[in-house]
């Protein structure tokens, strides 16, 4: 991927292991005509304050919550994602955490590791719930929602989605899922996953109500955001009963995890490894890369980057 940038462009890489401050990212970027970042990095206006060089920001991701979208359109500075690539991959492992979290697999392994798996055990330990034949709600319908619904067409489940706007009658034929509003999600899904992006109106729109409506069987998965679930109130209804378990790969204020959620033993924890496949990594690499290059007039597709979020600027150029 470096070597293709380094056909055109001068490459500067940077080891990245702790968060960039506002002022070190506003310093960086004063200095090159594009960057290509990750979601920590947060591009906003007091970041780009007085930037007459930088041309392109191209974000490692999917989701871009992280970019202040008007606020590059202003400075025109063209600003890029990477959808699909990640799709198949993100699906793939909400069914992991989905799967983990129902059937105890984290917990379980724990305690044998723990060295505790001594004596016999009892038939009825370590049971966990069902997934097959339930009844599996998605929250955000969008590419990555729709693989996960197509994926439980396998484990022989209903499907009900909620989403702003319902899909054409064929998507959700394919995809074997019906539209219901929120209150009935919460309140018929035997399973939930989040997939909806996140923006200010979603802040936790699963907090403690929400959860109050859920079944208490239920597995709750969150391979969205951080924000969009309110982890203190999930993790009092984890504690107390109120929700079988949880497969969480995002986290409010990540990297940290709210203690609350890292000593409890029915929730999956990941650190945001949801598109962490090789392949798809290299493949986000690789987008990431191409829309840098044609964002700066480079490569085949010069002056259209492939996956483009504000079109606009290139009216005004
Ligand atoms: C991250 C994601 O981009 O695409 C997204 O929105 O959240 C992930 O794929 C990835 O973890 C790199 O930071």
Known sequence: VLA????????????????????QLHKKLAEVDGAIVGLSDRIDAGVLAGNRRLRAIANLGVGYNNLDLPALTAAGVLATNTPDVLTQTTADYAWALLLAAARRVSSAERWLRAGRWRGGMRFDDWLGVDVHGKTLGIFGMGRIGQAVARRAIGFDMHVIYHNRSRLPEAVEHECRAIWVDKAELLQRSDHLVLVLPYNAQNHHAIGADELAHMKPTAVLVNIARGGIVDDAALAAALREGRLAAAGLDVFEGEPSVHSALRELENAVLSPHIASASADTR???AQLAADNMLAALGYGPSAGHPPSLLNPQVLGGR
Not at 4 to 23: F, I, N
């Open 282 to 284: 290299r493949a986000m």
């Open 4 to 23: 293709s940038l380094a056909q055109y462009v001068d490459v500067r890489t940077e080891a990245k292991e702790t968060k960039r401050t506002p002022e």
